[in-house]
Nanobody, 128 residues
């Protein structure tokens, strides 16, 4: 089993920045990628960014490119999401998730059938 815990959410004004953290524990050797997803009421869950576990590869949603950066610290078993230039449409509950299936190319931004383990989520609100 893999356990994931998110932190770093909160209230930020438009144009501001937040840095989210995802701490992983358990049987993490077999994890192939970590993804960040977000969900708002009435909308489908959206993949934001992902990073492969054992090699340096990242993938971003169009809405995140140029503003968000995903990174990994293997020594701490942690993944981060740096969010800059935030806008109200970024308001959501943000989740990190672990993909336990082999990944041969880019990591996936679609969760169904791939991401097996999920954190509890952290609320991000962008408002003036």
């Amino acid at each position: 089993q893999v356990q994931l815990v998110e932190s770093g959410g909160g209230l930020v004004q438009p144009g501001g920045s937040l840095r989210l953290s995802c701490a992983a524990s358990g049987s993490i050797f077999s994890v192939s990628a970590i993804g960040w997803f977000r969900q708002t009421p009435g909308k489908e869950r959206e993949g934001v960014a992902c990073i492969r576990h054992h090699i340096n590869n990242t993938n971003y949603a169009d809405s995140a490119k140029g503003r968000f950066t995903i990174s990994r610290d293997d020594a701490k078993n942690a993944v981060y999401l740096q969010m800059n230039g935030m806008q109200p449409e970024d308001t959501a509950v943000y989740y990190c998730a672990a993909d336990g299936n082999p990944v041969m190319g880019n990591c996936y931004l679609v969760a169904r059938g791939r991401y097996n383990y999920w954190g509890q989520g952290t609320q991000v609100t962008v408002s003036s």
